[in-house]
């Protein structure tokens, strides 16, 4: 698999993530899909312990989404039972586990947890399971402006770093920083719609840090049906 076994022992040693909705994922959601939500067919790339599922139930899509952590699939599955056949583990950069088309593709922080041949390997799976016009909403992809991103050790291409000795991604395996050029080239058989750069510096406690991420939305050209 391409994601790494980190991502398990680690929510199996510290337990699961936030099980609040991301603001940033509730905006941009919020900003691109417009009209009606009912049965909008939405699929999530690693959703953890289902931090968005409150959102996305609210909303009344059609909810779907794989994570390669399955004691966190268990989790959630155990929390919202009706999900059962609509969530399960696997990895995305091999497989998309569901038939499309998609409405909407949301990735909070997931697929850039994976190498640049594998992201690409996603993009490509996802794409083809999207419709024309279908939008790709990418939330906190790291940044080459992240203070981390010169640590840890360099892995399979130029923009991904594993083996942080310490700090946010100690033991989470798989790192991806990309810079603007980087991304425009991973997303060019996409439009992408809207980029953003988040840069904030942290001064206290010290030592000090700068955490730099990508909020992105792409479409898949074409009208929408
Ligand atoms: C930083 S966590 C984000 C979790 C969630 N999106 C959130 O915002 O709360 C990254 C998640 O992506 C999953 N992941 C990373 N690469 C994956 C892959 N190739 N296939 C399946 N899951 C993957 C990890 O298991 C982990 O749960």
Request: aromatic share 10%.
């Amino acid at each position: 698999m391409s994601f790494s076994a980190e991502w398990e022992s680690r929510y199996l040693k510290i337990g699961g993530m936030s099980q609040w909705p991301w603001s940033d994922l509730v905006s941009l959601c919020k900003r691109h899909i417009r009209g009606e939500t009912a049965g909008l067919k939405v699929l999530e790339l690693g959703c953890a312990a289902g931090a968005n599922v409150p959102l996305f139930l609210s909303l009344g899509v059609d909810y779907h989404a794989m994570e390669g952590s399955p004691s966190m699939v268990a989790d959630l599955l155990a929390r919202f039972p009706a999900l059962r056949g609509k969530v399960t583990t696997g990895d995305f950069t091999r497989e998309i586990a569901f038939p499309g088309p998609f409405d909407m593709i949301v990735d909070r922080s997931s697929l850039t947890h994976n190498g640049a041949s594998a992201i690409a390997d996603c993009l490509r799976l996802v794409r083809a399971k999207m419709k024309p016009g279908a939008k790709y909403i990418g939330i906190d992809w790291f940044s080459l402006a992240h203070s981390d991103a010169a640590l840890g050790k360099s892995a399979e291409d130029a923009f991904t770093r594993t083996s942080f000795p310490s700090g946010l991604f100690h033991d989470v395996g798989r790192v991806h920083f990309s810079d603007r050029a980087h991304l425009t080239e991973l997303f060019r058989d996409f439009t992408m719609e809207s980029l953003e750069h988040k840069v904030s510096e942290r001064l206290l406690p010290g030592p000090g840090s700068v955490h730099a991420t990508w909020n992105l939305v792409a479409s898949k050209p074409g009208d929408a049906p």
